[in-house]
């Protein structure tokens, strides 16, 4: 894609004729579906709903982050607040690729009550090409299950997707076309924190990988800012299921690990784990083994490349 202005002006086309009625937009403030709502409101104007549901697997600020967003693309949406549902989904699920179909399965469910609210029976999703590739088919190796893809349960919705054949850079360049703020911002799965707990999700698990997450986009932010690192595409922080040995005074504790993860790429089909400054991944660890004083004794740093690693860990 080539041709960012010929692109817009086809998908609007298109969303035209798919979209004969009212239409539910999935969007969760990321990038892609950002873009997939844009496209829908200037096809068919008040007939697309955009939705965006507070799962309780959230960044801190995401909410209001994305609600600014969205004023700022002029897209009008309804806020869902649908944790106690999400983690009432996962309770006591281990597995990442069930807790990928689980996640899937809320978010269908809540799509087709909001449908049926508005009289509908189209879901825009912003599926881009990594995602269906990713999730396997066909001739395809499932590398992972992406909730809206092979995490869909079947649905009564027609599933209509205007970047199905885009990669990141060039939905990016199409966010730059339509002035959407900060096309650069890096990704965050439609699942949320909870592919970043490994093992099973809870509400104080949750609590600590948001903590945890917002220091490392914090300090790397800061790094950014003050010209010691080029902006990397990913940076975010995972919580291990194992526990491990730290020390609190003189008391021998277990506690959780953390692990820090940053990474370039252009296209999220491959990517290169940075080199992170030995300081500033210090400064990283002090403020998460402080800030979570007693819980997280441990903090790793991720040095593999995608392949052979995914880029999220679960």
């Not at 937009?25 to 844009?38: E, L, R």
């Not at 698990?205 to 300090?219: F, K, M, P, S």
């Not at 402080?290 to 052979?308: F, I, M, Q």
Request: proline share 6%; with cysteine.
């Amino acid at each position: 894609m080539n041709d960012p202005a010929g692109f817009v002006a086809s998908a609007v086309d298109r969303l035209r004729t798919e979209l004969p009625g009212p239409a539910i937009v999935a969007a969760s403030g990321g990038i892609d579906s950002t873009i997939a709502a844009v496209l829908a409101q200037r096809a068919v104007g008040d007939r697309a709903h955009a939705v965006f549901v507070d799962t309780g697997f959230l960044r801190a600020g995401e909410v209001e982050r994305v609600a600014e967003l969205f004023r700022a693309c002029g897209l009008r949406h309804e806020l869902v607040r649908a944790g106690p549902r999400f983690f009432g989904a996962l309770a006591g699920v281990a597995d990442p690729e069930e807790k990928r179909r689980r996640i899937g399965a809320e978010f269908v469910r809540r799509f087709e009550e909001e449908a049926a609210r508005v009289g509908g029976d189209r879901l825009v999703q912003g599926t881009i090409a990594p995602d269906w590739i990713e999730s396997g088919g066909g001739a395809r190796a499932t590398i992972k299950t992406h909730h809206n893809v092979g995490g869909l349960p079947p649905t009564h919705l027609t599933i209509v997707e205007p970047l199905r054949d885009l990669y990141k850079d060039e939905v990016r360049a199409v966010a730059t076309f339509l002035g959407v703020p900060s096309p650069e911002r890096q990704p965050f799965p439609g699942p949320g924190l909870a592919v970043r707990v490994e093992g099973p999700v809870t509400e104080e698990r949750i609590r600590r990988v948001r903590v945890a997450n917002a220091i490392v986009e914090e300090e790397i932010d800061r790094a950014v800012g003050a010209g010691k690192l080029p902006r990397p595409w990913q940076y975010f922080a995972v919580l291990l299921a194992s526990r491990t040995v730290g020390v609190t005074g003189d008391n021998r504790v277990h506690g959780d690990a953390v692990v820090v993860r940053v990474v370039e790429s252009t296209d999220a089909m491959t990517a290169t784990a940075l080199a992170v400054p030995a300081a500033l991944l210090r400064t990283i660890s002090e403020r998460i083994t402080r800030e979570l004083s007693g819980a997280v004794v441990r903090v790793l740093y991720d040095v593999t490349d995608k392949p052979p690693a995914t880029i999220e860990w679960e």
